[in-house]
């Protein structure tokens, strides 16, 4: 919470909407845990579930790929559907600033889940379970799993959430509360 709310602003100056000539409504998408893509079943499932949701939405994606997934989509011979655009893997504030402009994310990382929670972003997550509960409790983000009905279910109910959820991680202020209970 700290570092999203510390960052944003100064992620907000960055071109990389810009840069990849995103329109006004795009997706971001993440996937590179190895459940995910280590096995060609699930990583050809997740991939073709996040292009029929993107089709339905009616929107493209941007997917900064991981090196591992990277390596697998070239040892797999798996191509990405029509309507996910690769690009090379981003820094943090450049990542940042795709998280918030993203109409939607799709992913299996706990950051993506947590850090568009706070921005206001609404998050599909291709798992069975999440470290980051707190995010589904508070309507900021959908356990979908990796077959391609449940990714596009999940897609439709997160579609257009508005961001206004309570965002469960605290202030953005934890350093200062950790100096106040030290205080002597």
Known sequence: MDAVQAYSDVAAV???????????????????RAETVDN????RSVLDGVGKALEQLGIDAVYPVHPRA???????SLSLPE???????????????????????FTDSGGVQEET??????????RYGTERPE?????????A?????????????????TGDWEIPFGDGRAASHILDSISF
Request: glycine share 4%; aromatic share 10%.
């Open 83 to 105: 309507t996910i655009t690769a690009i090379e893997p981003l820094g943090f504030l450049e990542f940042l600033r795709l998280e918030k402009e993203a109409s939607i994310a």
């Open 117 to 126: 929670c706070i921005l206001g972003t609404p998050c599909v997550t291709f």
């Open 14 to 32: 960055t071109d990389t909407v810009a840069e990849f000539d995103l329109d006004d409504q795009f997706a971001l998408m993440t996937a590179h």
């Open 145 to 161: 799993g990796h077959e391609p009905v449940d990714i596009v279910d999940a897609a439709t109910q997160m579609w257009k959430k």
């Open 135 to 143: 995010t589904v409790f508070v309507g900021a983000n959908c356990i």
């Open 40 to 43: 060609i079943e699930t990583f």
């Open 70 to 76: 990277d390596n697998r989509l070239e040892e797999f």
